[in-house]
């Protein structure tokens, strides 16, 4: 019987490879594999859904009909997905255009010319609802015991009918003013509220809570039930520039999301509609390396706090957006500007600010919550006579040596102190004309979070000149470390080093690599990297891992306290870095002293890693994307939920992973470049899942008969003792 059963295998791989012959010289040989492997799968009894005729049909290149990720997710509901999915492109506008003309042409009757239903159901209230799938193979099919029956469609068709309904789903959801009773007060937000964050439905700081977790406890949505998650609300916002970075804040059913350069807009968190808008425009001629990102606000008491690309603070009120205070941060035609997400700490608000490529003197900073009064500054680059200042062995350097604060830092209310991340030192890529460590760029600062006094400090790459800030998200949790119960404090930085530190002193714990690297073989005792000579950049050239850019960037990670696992968007990139003559400083202009370029003949890889916190050992490896210097080495945020689940995005895919495994659960691609973190929260006992893509904010959730008995919040201790 096992003898047939392989003769008839092989037969029918044999009648696969005659099916496929035409096409055979325009597939590589990754295209075939997964090809094979879903022929392997078909055979084996999986994917029932589709007849295998049509499964011949559709793996033949230039289908209509996309498997390619049904070959390593063999469902049917989570891999197959509309190729007609980014309406900012031309040709997939003509697309959904063809299938406007389509539903007129055979839906229209029962459904209504608009969609909204006559005979037939509303098919703009439905689609939201339905996978692409569920809809492809009801058009395609019809559906038992109803009324619906097969459509004169082809496959192509069918995909763009179904292009058009969902992109009018989005524009009927777009731009509605919400009136709702319900928020014509705001619930204040007090300081209890914010040390507790993360146990709660909401969302209330950038990383769901001080300690940097960015981990959701509801578990509404399951590694079980992932399937069913169907697009609950869409929003686009107006902002400049082609994507997001906004990291939303959700408290009692508002959700507050940035507009960069220098906009506020609050929705309702249930239906997207908007409840208030804020613009306060900005000089257009701001300098800046990377555009004018905002990746979100603060709140705190019936505030909201957002910092604007002028380098302005800014006090809103949360129920109606009309401002309260405003104060300069620092002068932007010197270089600065700001971009992160404020920390809102018992009754003040702490900012760091960007332009590190500038040639500014970067810090960190106070303000109180109620006046916008400035309440301490600490100065990233020291000036002479404070601690740190002779590791600037010029004796100007120090006066434009950037190591800016541009992401969000964390904090431990038991202890007292801020941790921030600081950037690279100035100029650019080439320490030759700054001698010396160059404190604190590349470094974490802890901060006596009343007084802005430093505690301690720790440099993760001294004298840089890759460009390797390490302006990551800091973690804070407790581990065993040699015996002993252990406050610490993790970070995996843009250099290719996972990090343990002890949060209380600064003491250096292990560092493992998570990501390639060829620049230090290994570290002294107390934490210094020993360099590797052909790690420094060159007159010719040096190609040296991982790229300026980063193993990982600014893109948040997660911590999972149940599992002890960090989820870290990760690159293995190299670049080519120059060692040539640079500019002299100018106010407001870029200061560099050297240069870099992709190293195109070197392999690239995209990937969500999990690591194990204790041992900072990989536990998974989830790997999203392999090429050479086309591919680019950018992703966004991650997060964690009790769902047992990790979402991360690159490109325009966002990915549900089990959280034990790194196996690829669910997939979506959501038509917009995805920089942004995903966050979670629970309204009306339903979890929603969030993300920006592009310039759109798209909301998930279980379809009403899918939520079982709700979320459930667990309000007990985690490992850490982080509440």
Request: proline letters at 7%; glycine letters at 10%; one cysteine or more.
């Amino acid at each position: 019987m096992k003898l047939i059963k392989r003769l008839l295998q092989i037969f029918v791989i044999g009648a696969i490879s005659v099916v496929l012959l035409p096409g055979a010289a325009a597939l590589a040989s990754t295209s075939i594999a997964w090809r094979l492997k879903l022929l392997k799968i078909k055979l084996s009894g999986e994917i029932p859904e589709i007849p295998f005729p049509l499964l011949l049909k559709w793996i033949r290149p230039g289908s209509p009909v996309n498997l390619h990720h049904l070959a390593y997710v063999p469902n049917v509901n989570a891999s197959i997905t509309n190729l007609i999915s980014n309406y900012s492109d031309e040709t997939n506008r003509e697309a959904a255009a063809a299938g406007a003309r389509n539903f007129g042409r055979i839906c229209a009757q029962c459904h209504g010319d608009d969609a909204h239903g006559q005979t037939g159901p509303n098919l703009l209230a439905a689609i939201s609802n339905m996978t692409d799938w569920k809809f492809f193979s009801t058009v395609k099919w019809g559906r038992p015991k109803t009324i619906m029956t097969a459509q004169p469609l082809s496959d192509l068709e069918i995909w763009q009918v179904c292009a058009f309904l969902r992109q009018s789903a989005l524009d009927a959801a777009v731009g509605k003013k919400d009136s709702d009773a319900q928020f014509s007060s705001f619930q204040p937000v007090s300081p209890e509220m914010l040390r507790s964050a993360g146990q709660a439905e909401d969302w209330l700081t950038y990383a769901g809570n001080y300690a940097g977790y960015r981990h959701a406890i509801p578990n509404q949505i399951t590694r079980h039930n992932i399937q069913h998650v169907r697009l609950a609300w869409a929003a686009q916002l107006p902002s400049d520039g082609g994507f997001q970075e906004s990291s939303p804040i959700v408290v009692g059913g508002r959700m507050f999301v940035t507009e960069p350069p220098e906009g506020v807009t609050a929705l309702n968190a249930k239906t997207g509609a908007v409840l208030w808008e804020f613009h306060r425009p900005v000089p257009r001629n701001i300098p800046q390396c990377c555009g004018s990102p905002n990746r979100g606000v603060a709140v705190l008491g019936k505030n909201v706090y957002v910092a604007t690309f002028d380098a302005h603070l800014l006090a809103l009120d949360a129920a109606t957006g009309a401002k309260i205070w405003d104060v300069e941060v620092a002068d932007w035609r010197q270089g600065y500007s700001m971009t992160g997400a404020p920390l809102a700490i018992d009754d003040r608000i702490v900012v760091g600010i960007a332009g590190g490529d500038f040639g500014i003197p970067g810090f960190l900073t106070a303000y109180s919550a109620s006046d916008g009064a400035q309440q301490w500054k600490f100065y990233t680059v020291p000036g002479p006579g404070q601690p740190g200042h002779g590791t600037w062995a010029n004796d100007d350097s120090w006066q434009h040596g950037g190591a800016a604060t541009w992401t969000t830092g964390s904090y431990d209310p038991a202890v007292g102190l801020i941790y921030w991340g600081t950037g690279n030192p100035d100029p650019v890529f080439n320490s030759k004309n700054r001698p010396g460590d160059n404190l604190y760029s590349c470094s974490v600062v802890a901060l006596d979070a009343r007084t802005g006094e430093l505690r301690w400090y720790y440099q993760f790459t001294p004298a840089d000149d890759h460009g390797w800030d390490s302006t990551q998200q800091p973690v804070l949790a407790d581990i065993k470390w040699q015996g002993q119960a252990t406050p610490a404090l993790f970070l995996a930085n843009r250099n290719a080093f996972f990090y343990a530190l002890d949060r209380r002193t600064g003491r250096f714990l292990f560092a493992k690599p998570f990501a390639k690297q060829t620049w230090a073989s290994g570290f002294t005792e107390d934490g210094r990297p020993i360099l590797l000579p052909s790690s420094h950049p060159s007159p010719t050239g040096a190609v040296v891992s991982p790229a300026s850019n980063g193993a990982t960037n600014w893109w948040p990670p997660s911590f999972d306290p149940k599992r002890n696992l960090l989820f870290v968007p990760s690159a293995d990139t190299a670049d080519i870095y120059f060692n040539i003559e640079g500019q002299d400083y100018h106010e407001g202009r870029s200061f560099l002293a050297s240069g870099f370029e992709r190293a195109n003949n070197q392999p690239t890889t995209l990937a969500v890693r999990a690591i194990d916190v204790s041992t900072g050992q990989l536990r998974w490896d989830s790997t999203l994307e392999i090429g050479g210097g086309e591919v680019p080495g950018e992703m966004g945020g991650v997060l964690s939920t009790g769902g047992d689940l990790v979402f991360a995005g690159h490109g325009d895919e966002f990915d549900a992973f089990d959280a034990d495994t790194g196996a690829k659960l669910w997939n979506t691609p959501l038509g917009g470049v995805i920089h942004a973190a995903p966050i979670s929260y629970t309204f009306a006992n339903r979890q929603y899942i969030a993300i920006f893509a592009g310039r759109t904010l798209f909301v998930f959730a279980l379809p009403p008969e899918d939520q079982g008995t709700g979320a459930r919040v667990s309000h007990t201790k985690n490992k850490s003792g982080q509440r």
